[in-house]
């Protein structure tokens, strides 16, 4: 080992032979289904409803915008899954780049945002007890309820016990009855008879100004809808060629998803009855949008496959979730933030085994009827979308960090990332604070609980002291604080103190600088500790 070289900054033997237990076996068709039936959850069969009630008609609009921004934020982490195909990456790239604080204030909100995966289980219970009464009463699982969800917990982790290629291929199944009915949905309802002038009656085009279009993509469902996209890129290390079918499988989930929508949106705009939309589109109001609306159309029978579908969806969600959620304890086991017991690799199957039971376990816990604890699960999803910011900061820094050492041009790199990275981390940080202050005065405060965390685990330890990694970690911790300020200033549920559109603009502002000091500051980082960019996607250059 060369004397001017940090020991942490090479590969740990343990991780590297881990690492190379999984299984190459994941094609293109492969890692778009992954990708598509982790964005087309739950969110369809209610993002159409509340979108219109939003934004009207315009509301068209917004699912195009998000499908734009989205693949925005896709390219920057289609360039890391290329150029650093890794289990795990979106996990493992902020520490990379950033260091251990960022990387342990990251995959700390990564393991609360394990909490989504029972958020859909225990929406399956919610809409299963259409079916069986008893599942679900008062806003939360009954012990009946928690007994069957946690018997289906267990199912879906045994569907991920084994190889990838299996999970792969039941995947593709229920991706294609996700893809399957909601078309059948859309046939069925334009079939059932269209109102002409919908997108020009009762109000216009956008009957709420075209502002409401911002409003549409959070308070819309719409960004939730959208999101997931990201979910091949999780299993980039067990691609067949990552730098090829990464990046088309992540683009080729978002546009296929973003056109289902679109036709949803259409089909419901086209097909409500005048009736109904006597005081607008505020006026509508279904508890279960398509279901109810097949059955005012008299369409029976699309209302009972809705109502198994809305069982169905969320399963495929949950299912993909597990391995997701599988792949994110195993790179947080290798970062340090989990015992490196749970970072084990089955040889024979290729599967994180011990990180799957852990994450039952968590899941389960979530599903405990502690009353309020649904709300703060469903904040914990907001809270991936820092993974968006921290990673446009990574591939920021390693562009940086190669331009210094004059390194080539990596094959995988996407063309305009240097202007795309701040964009998306801008983008990013607009859908943390459109979330809401309702949201965002949990969230952050709990993700920044990272923070005396990642002091408690560099006590002792060795490499860099904690000062230097506070002050290459300080951006996301003063980013965070800025974030909730503005909430609670802005027009998103805060006090209203700063106005649209200005508190937007402040946070579009606040963001670019802050950017700016984080690539800085990584690339500072990268500086000190040579060899710490994980070029090859495999060593944990920060491992203690």
Partial sequence: MPQNQPPETHPLPAALAQEHRLRKDLGFWGLTAIGFSNILGSGWLFAALYAAQTAGPAALLSWIAAGVLCALVALVMVELGATRPEGGGTVRWPLYASGRLVGTVIGWSVLLSVGGTAAEISAIMQYAA?????????????????????????????????????????????SLLKVVIPVVTVIALFLSGTHSGRLTDHGGFAPYGYAACLTALAGGGIVYSVNGFQAP??????????????????????????????????????????????????????????????????????????????????????????????????????????????????????????????????????????????????????????????????????????RERGVPRADGQVPGVRWIAPVSFMVAGEFVFWSGWHDLRLALPLVLAGVPLFLVLRRGADGPSPRDELRHGAWLVCYLAALTLLSWLGTFG????????????????????????????????????????????????SSP
């Fill in 233 to 402: 890129l999780d299993f980039s290390g067990e691609a067949r060629n990552p730098r090829r079918t990464v990046p088309a499988a992540v683009l080729t989930g978002i546009g296929l998803a973003v056109l289902v929508y679109l036709a949803l949106q259409l089909a419901f705009l086209f097909t409500v009855p005048d009736s109904l939309l006597g005081h607008g589109w505020h006026g509508v109001n279904f508890e279960s949008p398509f279901g109810q609306l097949a059955l005012v159309l008299n369409l029976h029978w699309l209302a009972t496959l809705l109502y198994a579908d809305a069982v169905l969806s969320p399963g495929g969600s949950a299912y993909v979730g597990v391995a997701i959620d599988a792949r994110h304890t195993y790179a947080l086991a290798k970062n340090g933030l989990l015992p490196r017991f749970f970072m084990r690799i089955d040889p024979r199957s290729g599967m994180a085994h011990r990180a799957l039971l852990l994450n039952l376990a968590v899941i389960i816990i979530f599903m405990l009827p502690f009353g309020g604890w649904q709300d703060i699960v469903s904040v914990m999803g907001d809270m991936y979308l820092l993974i968006y910011a921290a990673s446009a900061v990574a591939v920021a820094v390693f562009r940086a960090h190669d």
């Fill in 130 to 174: 259409h079916y069986l009464p008893g599942l679900y009463a008062g806003g939360r699982l009954t012990a009946t309820g928690l007994g069957v969800a946690a018997a289906l917990s267990v199912l879906l982790t045994a569907l991920n016990w084994f190889a990838v290629r299996v999970f792969a291929r039941l995947n593709n199944l229920v």
């Fill in 494 to 541: 805060g006090s209203g103190r700063l106005p649209a559109p200005y508190d937007s603009v402040a946070v579009a502002a606040v963001s670019l600088a802050v950017f700016g000091w984080a690539v800085r500051s990584g690339a500072g980082h990268l500086r000190e500790r040579p060899g710490a960019g994980g070029g090859s996607g495999l060593p944990d250059p």
